[in-house]
């Protein structure tokens, strides 16, 4: 090893960025070891909070944490980049150029050196090759994309209100995902409908959601019950449910589905599914099944190297595999952060990561949600709905927030997004 070990982490999302804040602590702030987090934008935002900064319900100024500062204040180094390949024999990772919107050269290509490396780059939207959605479809899985679809979605409106139209918006995606974005594109139309839009049109526009489903029922991982009733409650608000739609295709002006129908679609949203991003595949010649997850033992380590782990939604571990959620993200961060120290001090073994379910949660904008809850939590297990669960939903981010900034902080900032509801729109305007 180096004479002060490097840790490398790559991607600084759910899993990533509490890692490095928890390992900072331990590791960095008494000079243990030298942490670096490796991400390909400038800051984290919560992934499930996407569809809220798409539909524009939430701004995202607030919401984000910045890498250089929260380095800063946590004792571990950011590095701009996006990390292209791994070469295991010399131990480095190779980060392509930084590179300007125009294309100009801010930083050339650079190699760091590493020790240990901890993967978790997360996912995104898995087409399945279907033809015509790379071309045709948006996605919402990371704040770039779900910003796309925001500018997109406030400028259609704006044309069916000029209009007097209808502005007929798909979803590919009865997951959690695909449903929560259905209902908070109602929630941001309500918010805008009392402005006085009169120059652009004389009726506010009508929003026409159709969300495509090809399995049997909506948000699966859920119990039957709640799937019937999160359809029931979309479509009370107006959105439209296929299930056992499946898309053959997409083009300019909608989805073909495999039964020969056609749905129209101003907008098209690809919600449906999720793989690793595909520079795995040039990550040192490491394992990965079909999806590009990155094969790990029970600890979280691959199973080609000890030195690498991976973890989050990028990770599929081969014996016990678990879905792709920011609950399983955040538990193995936890995990990893309690037993990296002492494989990297004394080079005893990382213990296999025992996920403990704690429940899932799903929340259809201010008009309802769901929590399905295990047995033996503190809460006692069953079904909640309503405001609880919707405000347990918000429980989670303001959880992980906590996590990153420690408590006061963490307070400090519920306050001050409490006190922006009062001097700010509650939509995205511009
Ligand atoms: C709209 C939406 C709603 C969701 N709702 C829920 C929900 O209600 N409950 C739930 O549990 N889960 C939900 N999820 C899933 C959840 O967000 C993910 O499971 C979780 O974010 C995974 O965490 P992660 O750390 O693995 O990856 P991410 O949080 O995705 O972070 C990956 C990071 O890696 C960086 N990165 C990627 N490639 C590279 C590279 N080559 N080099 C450097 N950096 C890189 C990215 O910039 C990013 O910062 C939702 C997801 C979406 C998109």
């Not at 929630?187 to 090809?214: D, M, R």
């Not at 929590?371 to 303001?398: D, E, K």
Request: charged share 20%.
């Amino acid at each position: 090893m180096l004479s002060r070990p490097e840790i490398l982490i790559v991607g600084g999302g759910v899993a990533g960025l509490s890692l490095a804040t928890r390992l900072g602590k331990s590791m960095g702030k008494p000079g243990k070891a030298r942490i670096t987090l490796i991400d390909k934008s400038f800051s984290h935002v919560w992934k499930p909070m996407l569809h809220c900064f798409a539909s524009g319900t939430l701004s995202n100024e607030n919401d984000k944490v910045n890498f250089i500062s929260q380095a800063s204040g946590h004792h571990f180094e950011f590095w701009p980049g996006e990390v292209a390949s791994i070469d295991r024999e010399n131990r480095e990772v190779i980060l392509s150029p930084l590179l300007e919107a125009d294309g100009s050269v801010i930083l050339e290509s650079r190699r760091m050196k590493y020790d240990t490396i901890v993967i978790a780059i997360g996912s995104c939207a898995n087409d399945f090759g279907t033809p015509g959605v790379k071309d045709h479809c948006m996605s919402i899985d990371n704040l770039v994309e779900a910003n796309a679809f925001n500018e997109k979605f406030r400028m259609e409106l704006l044309r069916a209100f000029a209009n007097t139209s209808e502005l007929d918006i798909a979803i590919v995606g009865g997951g959690a995902t695909g449903v929560q974005l259905a209902a908070e594109l109602h929630k941001a139309l309500e918010i805008v409908g009392p402005y006085n839009l009169h120059a652009f049109g004389k009726a506010p526009p009508k929003l026409h959601v159709t969300l495509l489903q090809s399995g049997a029922r909506i948000l699966p991982a859920f119990p039957e019950s709640v799937s019937a009733a999160a359809q029931k409650e979309l479509e009370h608000i107006g959105v439209t449910v296929q299930t056992n739609a499946r898309v053959a295709g997409a083009d300019a002006h909608g989805f073909i589905l495999k039964d020969g129908s056609y749905v129209p679609a101003k907008l098209r949203v690809w919600a449906a599914g999720v793989k690793a991003p595909e520079v795995t595949t040039a990550y040192g010649g490491l394992t990965i099944n079909r999806t590009g997850q990155i094969l790990v033992n029970p600890n979280l380590s691959s199973i080609d190297d000890e030195r690498i782990f991976a973890l989050g939604d990028c990770s599929f571990i081969q014996d016990d595999p678990l879905p792709a959620t920011a609950q399983v993200a955040g538990q193995q961060a936890k995990h990893l952060a309690r037993y990296l120290p002492a494989w990297i001090e004394h080079g005893r073994k990382v213990p296999g990561c025992v996920f403990h379910n704690k429940g899932a949660i799903v929340a259809l904008g201010k008009y309802n949600g769901w929590a399905a809850l295990p047995g033996g939590t503190v809460w006692g297990g069953g079904i909640s709905h309503g405001f609880s669960a919707r405000m347990a939903h918000l429980m989670l981010y303001r959880q992980h927030q906590m996590e990153l900034f420690g408590y006061y902080r963490g307070l400090m900032s519920c306050y001050s997004d409490w006190v922006e509801t009062f001097v700010r729109p509650s939509v995205r305007l511009d």
